[in-house]
């Protein structure tokens, strides 16, 4: 059952919410139609961590997968310094995922499974260039917006289980960074006022996950928030089962 909880004492995590909220916010900004090239979210995210070395690659499903019209962001993942920060933004779903009537849910799966071998590459990329130069990922964020949130709480057991196999306790060369007993330290799921993601099975599986690698996840959402119909609904499900902090 969901449980509505404030920070305490302990503000360690205010820094990595923050920065999930300018990666998503500025990936956002500069995705409009005047300046849809990724250099532009780029140049904005090294001006602000005053960082020239910050990578970020760009979630986009392949041509084979979708038609030109469709083809747009839907996510990023930025490597700046130790942290690795995989965001998904707010922006609809492909137009057909609404055919038929189809659920939200639905569009997520279909977005994520869309984007899903980028995002590997695009982690794994990210973990070669700390390697090239001797350091290892501290954090791995995964983060989302509205119905970003909703396909980062699809995408989440994809890519704990990617970390697991291809650096941690199931990899043939395990690295101490990304071994299970150091995952709860390693991995956050951060989201903020997400739609709906996945059905009360999926959420259930995605809970024990939470419990079972010690995952700090929160969801946000404001008090205020301009379509409060959908989103605070949405955020007070009885069994999205995370550690929420609803925002003032």
Known sequence: MAQLVEFQNDLSELQDIKDAANILW?????RSR?????????????????????????????????????????GVVVC???????????????????????????????????????????????????????????????TGYSKGGGISVIAFP???????????????LPKLWAEDGNLGSLVQHLTFAALEGGTEDSYTALNLLYETHLIRAWDFC????????THYYEFQDLWRGRRYHQAC
Not at 165 to 171: D, L
Not at 222 to 229: L, M, R, S
Request: aromatic share 6%; proline share 5%.
């Open 26 to 30: 500025q990936s956002t900004v500069w």
């Open 34 to 74: 005047d300046t849809p090239d990724i250099s532009a979210t780029t140049r904005a995210l090294r001006e602000h961590y005053q960082n020239s070395d910050l990578i970020v690659s760009e979630l986009v499903p392949g041509a084979s997968r979708l038609p030109a019209v469709d083809r747009t962001r839907i």
């Open 80 to 142: 700046n310094g130790d942290k690795i920060t995989i965001a998904f933004l707010g922006a609809d779903p492909p137009s057909a995922f609404y055919e038929n009537g189809r659920q939200l849910n639905e569009g997520c799966r279909r977005t994520w499974e869309l984007v899903k071998e980028e995002t590997y590459s695009a982690l794994s990329h990210a973990v070669e260039s700390m390697a090239a130069r001797n350091t290892n990922p501290k954090h791995i964020i995964l």
């Open 158 to 172: 994809d890519i704990l289980e990617l970390i697991r196999s291809s650096w941690g306790s199931k990899s043939t």
């Open 222 to 229: 404001h008090y205020d928030d301009k379509i409060a119909e």
